[in-house]
Every structure is written in C-alpha cells, then in structure tokens.
C-alpha cells in the first residue's frame, strides 16, 4: 500500500515536501506518480519516477516549481513543491504501477493509463493568499 503525508496549510510562496511512502513492495519494481485534484476539477497528473534508475517525468505544466525524488533505502518517494501558489490547493495522491512489462515514466501519466495497481489516500495541500 501506499501512504501519503506531508500536506498542510501553507502561505502563498512557501515550500511543502510531501511523501508517499511504500508497504508490501519495493519501488524500485514500481513506476510512482504524484496526482493532485483541485477543488470542483479533475484529477491531473504532476510526476512520475522509476527509482531503479532515476528517470523522471513532469507534466508541462508543472515544471520548474515541482521536484520529484526517492529514496530507496527509505522505500519512499518524494515531492518537493516550492513557491505555492492558492491554485496549487488540492488533494495530492501518489499512485504506483509494476513496471513490467518495462514502463516509460511517462505513460502513467497519460490520462487514458488506467489500472494502477496501488493508490494511496491524499494528503491535503492548502495555500493561502
């Protein structure tokens, strides 16, 4: 399973990192993404990662702000969001799915990709004017 923490209320230009920490598998077997759902929107996907070799992947839209990272020894994933904004308000998921057959980081993203197999709850994320 998946578990993610690390939401809260933040200030408008601050710095949250948020974490999805894995149970009953190892990442490294695992494509791992991070979604956000705002309030009233449809989910969308942020980054993903394949911790056996670092390969990473952002959505366009959320590059530059957004940093993606793990930690194997930890069996954890990671999102690093800086300079919030109050559009960025939303619950943040991170989901996994095996890679194999061999994934691109990318495809888990797509918004047709369906049947992930580990979804953890959210973690909410609030960012105040």
């Known amino acids: 399973q998946l578990q993610a923490s690390g939401g809260g209320v933040v200030q408008a230009g601050g710095s949250l990192r948020l974490s999805c920490a894995a149970s009953?598998?190892?990442?490294?077997?695992?494509?791992i993404g991070w979604f956000r759902q705002a309030p009233g929107k449809e989910r969308e996907g942020i980054s993903s990662?394949?911790?056996?070799?670092?390969?990473?992947y952002y959505a366009d839209s959320m590059r530059g702000r957004f940093t993606i990272s793990s930690d194997n020894a930890k069996n954890t994933v990671y999102l690093q969001i800086d300079s919030l904004k109050p559009e960025d308000t939303g619950d943040y998921y991170c989901?996994?799915?095996?890679?194999?057959?061999?994934?691109?980081?990318?495809?888990?993203?797509?918004?047709?990709?369906?049947?992930?197999?580990?979804w953890g709850k959210g973690t909410q994320v609030t960012v105040s004017s």
């Open positions: 990662i394949n911790s056996s070799d670092g390969t990473t």
């Open positions: 989901a996994a799915e095996i890679n194999w057959p061999p994934l691109t980081v990318a495809a888990i993203m797509d918004p047709d990709f369906i049947g992930m197999d580990y």
């Open positions: 009953g598998f190892t990442i490294d077997d695992y494509i």
